[in-house]
Protein backbone atom coordinates (compact mmCIF):
# COMPACT_ATOMS: atom_id res chain seq x y z
CA UNK A 1 0.00 0.00 0.00
CA UNK A 2 1.40 3.55 -0.79
CA UNK A 3 0.60 6.17 2.01
CA UNK A 4 1.30 9.63 1.17
CA UNK A 5 3.92 8.80 -1.94
CA UNK A 6 4.11 10.95 -4.76
CA UNK A 7 3.53 8.68 -7.53
CA UNK A 8 1.20 9.82 -9.96
CA UNK A 9 -0.81 6.70 -9.26
CA UNK A 10 -0.96 6.68 -5.86
CA UNK A 11 -3.91 8.94 -5.95
CA UNK A 12 -5.45 6.78 -8.51
CA UNK A 13 -5.28 3.54 -6.43
CA UNK A 14 -6.82 5.06 -3.59
CA UNK A 15 -9.55 6.44 -5.21
CA UNK A 16 -10.10 2.88 -6.85
CA UNK A 17 -9.76 1.18 -4.18
CA UNK A 18 -12.29 3.43 -2.34
CA UNK A 19 -14.66 3.08 -5.41
CA UNK A 20 -14.21 -0.92 -4.64
CA UNK A 21 -14.37 -1.28 -0.93
CA UNK A 22 -16.67 1.41 0.24
CA UNK A 23 -20.32 2.59 0.71
CA UNK A 24 -21.29 5.01 -2.92
CA UNK A 25 -22.91 7.65 -0.02
CA UNK A 26 -20.71 10.32 -1.25
CA UNK A 27 -19.37 12.06 -4.69
CA UNK A 28 -16.54 13.53 -3.90
CA UNK A 29 -14.48 15.68 -6.23
CA UNK A 30 -11.57 13.15 -7.02
CA UNK A 31 -8.60 14.87 -5.14
CA UNK A 32 -6.86 13.11 -2.11
CA UNK A 33 -5.70 15.45 0.36
CA UNK A 34 -2.80 14.11 2.41
CA UNK A 35 -2.14 17.49 4.58
CA UNK A 36 -3.24 20.69 5.59
CA UNK A 37 -2.35 23.58 7.54
CA UNK A 38 -4.33 26.82 7.63
CA UNK A 39 -6.93 27.96 5.16
CA UNK A 40 -4.80 25.40 2.30
CA UNK A 41 -4.51 21.54 1.64
CA UNK A 42 -2.21 19.79 0.00
CA UNK A 43 -2.27 16.34 -2.38
CA UNK A 44 -0.13 13.38 -2.25
CA UNK A 45 1.77 15.25 -5.46
CA UNK A 46 2.45 18.37 -3.67
CA UNK A 47 -0.26 20.45 -5.04
CA UNK A 48 -1.61 22.88 -2.93
CA UNK A 49 -5.04 24.04 -2.77
CA UNK A 50 -6.95 27.02 -0.64
CA UNK A 51 -9.72 25.10 1.00
CA UNK A 52 -12.92 27.03 0.04
CA UNK A 53 -15.06 24.58 2.10
CA UNK A 54 -13.32 23.78 5.20
CA UNK A 55 -15.63 20.62 6.05
CA UNK A 56 -18.55 22.06 5.71
CA UNK A 57 -17.47 24.71 8.36
CA UNK A 58 -15.96 22.39 10.72
CA UNK A 59 -12.31 24.05 9.96
CA UNK A 60 -13.25 27.23 10.44
CA UNK A 61 -9.97 27.35 12.62
CA UNK A 62 -8.69 26.72 9.68
CA UNK A 63 -6.81 23.26 8.89
CA UNK A 64 -4.60 21.27 12.04
CA UNK A 65 -4.36 24.97 14.07
CA UNK A 66 -1.55 24.14 16.39
CA UNK A 67 -2.81 25.18 19.79
CA UNK A 68 -5.89 22.99 19.14
CA UNK A 69 -3.51 19.93 17.75
CA UNK A 70 -1.18 21.00 21.53
CA UNK A 71 -4.30 20.58 23.44
CA UNK A 72 -5.12 17.03 22.05
CA UNK A 73 -1.83 15.74 22.25
CA UNK A 74 -2.10 16.97 25.42
CA UNK A 75 -4.97 15.45 26.61
CA UNK A 76 -4.76 11.90 25.01
CA UNK A 77 -1.40 11.60 26.71
CA UNK A 78 -3.66 12.26 29.75
CA UNK A 79 -7.11 10.67 29.93
CA UNK A 80 -9.75 10.44 26.90
CA UNK A 81 -12.43 8.75 27.99
CA UNK A 82 -13.98 7.65 31.28
CA UNK A 83 -17.98 7.94 29.92
CA UNK A 84 -20.56 9.53 31.60
CA UNK A 85 -20.30 6.66 34.19
CA UNK A 86 -17.63 8.34 36.12
CA UNK A 87 -16.69 12.12 35.94
CA UNK A 88 -13.95 14.12 34.45
CA UNK A 89 -11.97 17.09 34.93
CA UNK A 90 -12.72 18.92 31.88
CA UNK A 91 -16.36 18.75 31.41
CA UNK A 92 -17.14 21.41 33.86
CA UNK A 93 -14.33 23.76 32.29
CA UNK A 94 -16.20 23.43 28.95
CA UNK A 95 -19.45 23.97 30.52
CA UNK A 96 -18.50 26.92 32.03
CA UNK A 97 -16.53 28.16 28.52
CA UNK A 98 -20.06 27.36 26.86
CA UNK A 99 -22.12 29.01 29.15
CA UNK A 100 -20.08 32.60 29.65
CA UNK A 101 -19.75 32.58 25.69
CA UNK A 102 -23.29 32.13 24.52
CA UNK A 103 -25.27 32.86 27.91
CA UNK A 104 -26.69 29.41 28.00
CA UNK A 105 -27.39 28.04 31.18
CA UNK A 106 -27.88 24.42 30.00
CA UNK A 107 -25.71 22.37 28.35
CA UNK A 108 -25.58 18.86 26.95
CA UNK A 109 -22.90 17.41 25.00
CA UNK A 110 -22.87 15.18 22.05
CA UNK A 111 -20.65 14.26 19.19
CA UNK A 112 -22.06 14.65 15.72
CA UNK A 113 -24.08 17.49 14.75
CA UNK A 114 -27.05 14.47 13.92
CA UNK A 115 -27.03 13.56 17.39
CA UNK A 116 -27.47 16.92 18.76
CA UNK A 117 -30.73 17.48 16.49
CA UNK A 118 -31.75 14.30 17.71
CA UNK A 119 -31.27 15.06 21.48
CA UNK A 120 -32.76 18.40 21.03
CA UNK A 121 -36.08 17.07 19.64
CA UNK A 122 -36.16 14.09 22.19
CA UNK A 123 -35.91 17.07 24.75
CA UNK A 124 -38.55 19.47 22.91
CA UNK A 125 -41.17 16.45 23.37
CA UNK A 126 -40.76 15.45 26.74
CA UNK A 127 -40.47 18.76 27.49
CA UNK A 128 -43.94 19.58 25.76
CA UNK A 129 -45.35 17.11 27.51
CA UNK A 130 -44.51 17.39 30.78
CA UNK A 131 -44.15 21.21 31.09
CA UNK A 132 -46.59 22.65 28.56
CA UNK A 133 -49.29 19.70 28.94
CA UNK A 134 -49.59 18.62 24.67
CA UNK A 135 -51.30 15.28 25.08
CA UNK A 136 -48.85 11.99 25.14
CA UNK A 137 -47.60 10.89 21.39
CA UNK A 138 -49.29 14.29 19.98
CA UNK A 139 -46.37 16.78 20.10
CA UNK A 140 -45.62 18.37 16.93
CA UNK A 141 -42.25 20.43 15.71
CA UNK A 142 -42.33 23.19 12.91
CA UNK A 143 -39.71 22.56 10.01
CA UNK A 144 -38.87 24.05 6.89
CA UNK A 145 -39.07 22.41 3.58
CA UNK A 146 -35.28 22.27 1.87
CA UNK A 147 -33.38 21.90 5.41
CA UNK A 148 -31.19 20.35 6.05
CA UNK A 149 -30.23 18.82 10.02
CA UNK A 150 -28.39 15.53 9.58
CA UNK A 151 -29.11 12.23 8.44
CA UNK A 152 -30.26 10.02 11.55
CA UNK A 153 -33.97 8.08 10.72
CA UNK A 154 -36.03 10.72 12.17
CA UNK A 155 -34.03 13.58 10.66
CA UNK A 156 -34.66 12.51 7.10
CA UNK A 157 -38.13 11.82 7.79
CA UNK A 158 -38.70 15.93 7.90
CA UNK A 159 -36.27 16.12 5.23
CA UNK A 160 -37.65 17.23 1.97
CA UNK A 161 -34.98 16.43 -0.33
CA UNK A 162 -36.43 13.16 -2.51
CA UNK A 163 -32.25 11.63 -2.25
CA UNK A 164 -31.92 12.24 1.50
CA UNK A 165 -35.54 10.71 2.47
CA UNK A 166 -36.95 8.24 -0.66
CA UNK A 167 -36.39 4.47 0.59
CA UNK A 168 -35.91 4.80 3.78
CA UNK A 169 -39.41 5.09 5.73
CA UNK A 170 -41.02 4.02 7.51
CA UNK A 171 -40.96 7.41 8.68
CA UNK A 172 -40.96 9.24 12.05
CA UNK A 173 -44.32 11.32 12.60
CA UNK A 174 -44.40 14.15 14.10
CA UNK A 175 -43.19 17.01 11.82
CA UNK A 176 -44.95 19.57 9.96
CA UNK A 177 -42.80 21.21 6.90
CA UNK A 178 -43.57 25.00 5.81
CA UNK A 179 -41.59 26.70 3.46
CA UNK A 180 -38.45 28.70 4.72
CA UNK A 181 -38.86 32.60 5.12
CA UNK A 182 -42.43 32.02 5.26
CA UNK A 183 -43.69 33.96 8.81
CA UNK A 184 -47.38 33.52 7.90
CA UNK A 185 -46.82 29.95 7.03
CA UNK A 186 -45.28 29.56 10.40
CA UNK A 187 -48.24 31.14 12.10
CA UNK A 188 -50.37 29.20 10.34
CA UNK A 189 -49.31 25.53 11.42
CA UNK A 190 -48.62 26.33 15.32
CA UNK A 191 -51.56 24.38 17.15
CA UNK A 192 -51.86 23.31 20.31
CA UNK A 193 -49.13 20.40 19.79
CA UNK A 194 -46.29 22.42 18.82
CA UNK A 195 -44.16 22.18 21.00
CA UNK A 196 -41.07 23.56 19.10
CA UNK A 197 -39.86 25.14 15.48
CA UNK A 198 -36.28 24.09 14.43
CA UNK A 199 -34.70 25.97 11.83
CA UNK A 200 -31.25 26.94 10.48
CA UNK A 201 -30.54 30.59 10.55
CA UNK A 202 -29.32 30.33 6.98
CA UNK A 203 -29.97 27.41 5.33
CA UNK A 204 -26.47 26.04 4.18
CA UNK A 205 -27.02 22.60 2.12
CA UNK A 206 -29.94 24.57 0.20
CA UNK A 207 -27.54 26.84 -1.12
CA UNK A 208 -26.56 29.27 1.38
CA UNK A 209 -30.22 30.99 1.57
CA UNK A 210 -30.71 33.88 3.93
CA UNK A 211 -34.57 34.71 4.77
CA UNK A 212 -35.91 37.92 4.59
CA UNK A 213 -35.18 40.66 6.97
CA UNK A 214 -37.71 40.53 10.00
CA UNK A 215 -38.64 36.50 9.61
CA UNK A 216 -36.84 35.59 12.45
CA UNK A 217 -38.40 38.78 14.29
CA UNK A 218 -41.95 37.64 13.75
CA UNK A 219 -40.98 33.81 14.36
CA UNK A 220 -39.63 34.57 17.45
CA UNK A 221 -42.41 36.76 18.39
CA UNK A 222 -44.84 33.89 17.52
CA UNK A 223 -42.79 30.99 19.75
CA UNK A 224 -43.52 33.42 23.02
CA UNK A 225 -46.91 34.25 22.30
CA UNK A 226 -47.44 30.20 21.66
CA UNK A 227 -44.83 28.86 23.97
CA UNK A 228 -43.19 26.89 21.13
CA UNK A 229 -39.34 26.19 21.70
CA UNK A 230 -37.52 27.93 19.07
CA UNK A 231 -34.39 25.78 17.99
CA UNK A 232 -31.74 26.99 16.16
CA UNK A 233 -29.88 25.04 14.06
CA UNK A 234 -26.52 27.21 14.26
CA UNK A 235 -23.70 23.79 13.33
CA UNK A 236 -23.00 25.06 9.97
CA UNK A 237 -23.69 29.14 10.64
CA UNK A 238 -22.54 29.25 14.49
CA UNK A 239 -18.44 29.88 15.84
CA UNK A 240 -18.02 32.36 13.51
CA UNK A 241 -19.23 31.14 10.09
CA UNK A 242 -21.33 34.51 9.38
CA UNK A 243 -19.03 36.86 11.32
CA UNK A 244 -20.58 36.97 14.24
CA UNK A 245 -20.35 34.01 16.97
CA UNK A 246 -23.69 33.10 16.42
CA UNK A 247 -26.21 33.85 13.10
CA UNK A 248 -28.89 34.17 15.58
CA UNK A 249 -27.13 37.86 16.28
CA UNK A 250 -27.51 39.14 13.08
CA UNK A 251 -31.65 38.91 13.50
CA UNK A 252 -31.46 40.59 16.95
CA UNK A 253 -33.21 37.01 18.62
CA UNK A 254 -32.54 34.60 20.96
CA UNK A 255 -33.29 31.23 20.21
CA UNK A 256 -34.53 29.04 23.41
CA UNK A 257 -32.12 25.66 22.16
CA UNK A 258 -29.22 26.29 19.91
CA UNK A 259 -27.25 23.59 18.40
CA UNK A 260 -23.57 23.61 17.67
CA UNK A 261 -21.08 21.10 16.16
CA UNK A 262 -18.21 21.07 13.39
CA UNK A 263 -16.24 23.98 14.08
CA UNK A 264 -16.76 23.13 18.11
CA UNK A 265 -13.92 21.30 17.57
CA UNK A 266 -11.89 22.95 14.58
CA UNK A 267 -12.01 20.08 12.78
CA UNK A 268 -10.38 17.31 14.94
CA UNK A 269 -12.69 15.66 16.60
CA UNK A 270 -16.60 15.22 16.47
CA UNK A 271 -17.88 17.51 19.38
CA UNK A 272 -21.51 18.97 19.10
CA UNK A 273 -23.57 20.48 22.02
CA UNK A 274 -27.34 21.52 22.57
CA UNK A 275 -27.54 24.61 24.71
CA UNK A 276 -30.31 26.21 26.10
CA UNK A 277 -31.83 28.66 27.69
CA UNK A 278 -35.62 27.64 28.77
CA UNK A 279 -36.14 24.55 30.86
CA UNK A 280 -36.17 22.48 28.35
CA UNK A 281 -33.24 20.00 28.86
CA UNK A 282 -34.21 20.35 32.63
CA UNK A 283 -36.55 17.74 31.90
CA UNK A 284 -34.01 14.90 30.83
CA UNK A 285 -33.20 12.55 33.67
CA UNK A 286 -30.90 9.86 34.11
CA UNK A 287 -30.76 7.05 32.16
CA UNK A 288 -33.18 8.95 29.74
CA UNK A 289 -30.44 9.94 27.14
CA UNK A 290 -27.04 9.99 26.66
CA UNK A 291 -23.63 8.66 24.37
CA UNK A 292 -20.32 6.59 25.50
CA UNK A 293 -18.34 9.82 23.62
CA UNK A 294 -20.38 12.30 24.91
CA UNK A 295 -18.58 14.97 26.81
CA UNK A 296 -15.17 12.94 27.06
CA UNK A 297 -12.62 14.42 28.11
CA UNK A 298 -10.38 14.41 24.93
CA UNK A 299 -13.71 15.98 23.06
CA UNK A 300 -13.87 19.11 26.03
CA UNK A 301 -9.92 19.78 25.76
CA UNK A 302 -9.93 19.93 21.97
CA UNK A 303 -13.45 22.22 22.03
CA UNK A 304 -12.07 24.77 25.19
CA UNK A 305 -9.47 24.96 22.40
CA UNK A 306 -11.10 25.69 19.40
CA UNK A 307 -13.25 27.55 21.14
CA UNK A 308 -10.43 29.65 23.12
CA UNK A 309 -8.57 30.72 19.42
CA UNK A 310 -11.59 31.18 17.86
CA UNK A 311 -12.14 34.45 20.26
CA UNK A 312 -8.59 35.06 21.30
CA UNK A 313 -7.44 35.03 17.65
CA UNK A 314 -10.27 37.65 16.74
CA UNK A 315 -11.69 35.01 13.76
CA UNK A 316 -14.72 35.88 14.28
CA UNK A 317 -14.29 39.58 13.24
CA UNK A 318 -12.05 38.55 10.27
CA UNK A 319 -15.03 36.52 8.98
CA UNK A 320 -17.13 39.49 9.04
CA UNK A 321 -14.56 41.90 7.21
CA UNK A 322 -13.20 39.29 5.00
CA UNK A 323 -16.68 38.00 4.06
CA UNK A 324 -17.87 41.25 2.99
CA UNK A 325 -14.23 41.81 0.86
CA UNK A 326 -14.89 38.28 -0.69
CA UNK A 327 -18.68 39.31 -1.64
CA UNK A 328 -17.32 42.76 -3.13
CA UNK A 329 -14.99 41.05 -4.71
CA UNK A 330 -17.35 37.84 -6.06
CA UNK A 331 -20.01 40.65 -7.21
CA UNK A 332 -17.03 42.82 -9.35
CA UNK A 333 -16.80 38.97 -11.61
CA UNK A 334 -17.69 39.75 -15.05
CA UNK A 335 -19.67 36.58 -16.56
CA UNK A 336 -23.07 36.03 -17.94
CA UNK A 337 -23.81 32.56 -16.25
CA UNK A 338 -23.50 34.31 -12.47
CA UNK A 339 -27.34 34.40 -11.43
CA UNK A 340 -26.67 35.59 -8.18
CA UNK A 341 -23.95 36.27 -5.55
CA UNK A 342 -25.14 35.52 -1.86
CA UNK A 343 -23.73 35.31 1.53
CA UNK A 344 -23.30 36.46 5.31
CA UNK A 345 -19.87 36.66 6.53
CA UNK A 346 -17.90 33.86 5.18
CA UNK A 347 -20.40 31.85 4.25
CA UNK A 348 -21.00 32.63 0.81
CA UNK A 349 -22.63 31.04 -2.53
CA UNK A 350 -22.49 31.79 -6.27
CA UNK A 351 -25.76 30.49 -7.80
CA UNK A 352 -24.91 29.66 -11.52
CA UNK A 353 -27.80 30.21 -14.61
CA UNK A 354 -29.37 26.61 -15.66
CA UNK A 355 -27.67 27.23 -18.87
CA UNK A 356 -24.07 27.02 -16.86
CA UNK A 357 -24.68 23.43 -17.31
CA UNK A 358 -24.41 22.45 -13.30
CA UNK A 359 -21.67 23.95 -10.76
CA UNK A 360 -19.95 20.98 -10.58
CA UNK A 361 -17.92 21.16 -14.12
CA UNK A 362 -16.78 24.67 -12.63
CA UNK A 363 -15.94 23.36 -9.34
CA UNK A 364 -13.29 20.88 -11.03
CA UNK A 365 -11.82 24.06 -13.21
CA UNK A 366 -11.17 25.49 -9.79
CA UNK A 367 -9.66 22.50 -8.28
CA UNK A 368 -7.70 22.23 -11.08
CA UNK A 369 -6.06 26.34 -10.46
CA UNK A 370 -5.99 25.42 -6.85
CA UNK A 371 -8.82 25.58 -5.16
CA UNK A 372 -11.23 23.40 -3.57
CA UNK A 373 -15.46 24.48 -3.67
CA UNK A 374 -17.88 22.13 -3.45
CA UNK A 375 -21.17 22.48 -5.68
CA UNK A 376 -24.66 22.29 -4.18
CA UNK A 377 -27.79 21.56 -5.41
CA UNK A 378 -26.42 20.99 -9.29
CA UNK A 379 -26.14 24.81 -10.10
CA UNK A 380 -25.05 26.68 -7.56
CA UNK A 381 -20.71 26.48 -5.77
CA UNK A 382 -20.77 27.15 -1.98
CA UNK A 383 -18.05 29.31 -0.62
CA UNK A 384 -16.79 28.91 2.70
CA UNK A 385 -12.85 29.19 3.37
CA UNK A 386 -11.68 29.11 6.97
CA UNK A 387 -12.02 32.39 8.90
CA UNK A 388 -8.41 32.78 9.06
CA UNK A 389 -7.99 33.88 5.13
CA UNK A 390 -6.23 36.65 4.40
CA UNK A 391 -7.19 39.53 1.98
CA UNK A 392 -4.12 38.65 -0.49
CA UNK A 393 -5.90 35.21 -0.19
CA UNK A 394 -9.23 36.66 -0.89
CA UNK A 395 -7.64 38.24 -4.09
CA UNK A 396 -6.47 35.44 -5.36
CA UNK A 397 -9.74 33.23 -4.89
CA UNK A 398 -11.49 36.08 -6.49
CA UNK A 399 -9.47 36.08 -9.55
CA UNK A 400 -9.49 32.25 -9.94
CA UNK A 401 -13.13 32.17 -9.64
CA UNK A 402 -13.10 35.19 -12.56
CA UNK A 403 -11.22 32.75 -15.00
CA UNK A 404 -13.60 29.84 -14.25
CA UNK A 405 -17.17 31.62 -14.60
CA UNK A 406 -15.47 34.50 -17.49
C1 LIG B 1 -23.62 19.36 9.08
C2 LIG B 1 -24.94 19.75 9.63
C3 LIG B 1 -25.67 18.90 10.46
C4 LIG B 1 -25.25 17.49 10.76
O1 LIG B 1 -24.01 17.37 11.36
P1 LIG B 1 -23.23 15.97 11.31
O2 LIG B 1 -22.05 16.19 12.20
O3 LIG B 1 -22.85 15.74 9.88
O4 LIG B 1 -24.16 14.93 11.81
C5 LIG B 1 -26.85 19.38 10.99
N1 LIG B 1 -27.29 20.61 10.71
C6 LIG B 1 -26.62 21.45 9.90
C7 LIG B 1 -27.16 22.82 9.64
C8 LIG B 1 -25.43 21.05 9.32
O5 LIG B 1 -24.78 21.87 8.49
Keep these: MTTGGTKMSAAADLIATEQRLGAHNYKPLDVVLTRGEGVYVWDADGKRYLDCLSAYSAVNQGHCHPKIREAMIEQAGRLTLTSRAFRNDQLAHLYEELAALTGSHKILPMNSGAEAVETAIKAVRKWGYEVKGVPENKAEIIVCSNNFHGRTLSIISFSTDPDARTGFGPYTPGFRTVPFGDADAFAAAINENTVATLIEPIQGEAGVIIPAPGYFTRVRELCTANNVTLILDEIQTGLGRTGKLLAEEHEGIEADVTLIGKALSGGFYPVSAVLSNSEVLGVLKPGQHGSTFGGNPLACAVARAALRVLTEEGMIENAAVMGDYFLEGLR ?20 LVPEAGGARQYCYQLKDLGLLAK ?10 PPLVVTRSQVDWAVEQIGKVLA
Design 375 to 384: DTHDHTIRLA
Design 332 to 351: SVRSNIVKEVRGRGLMMAVE
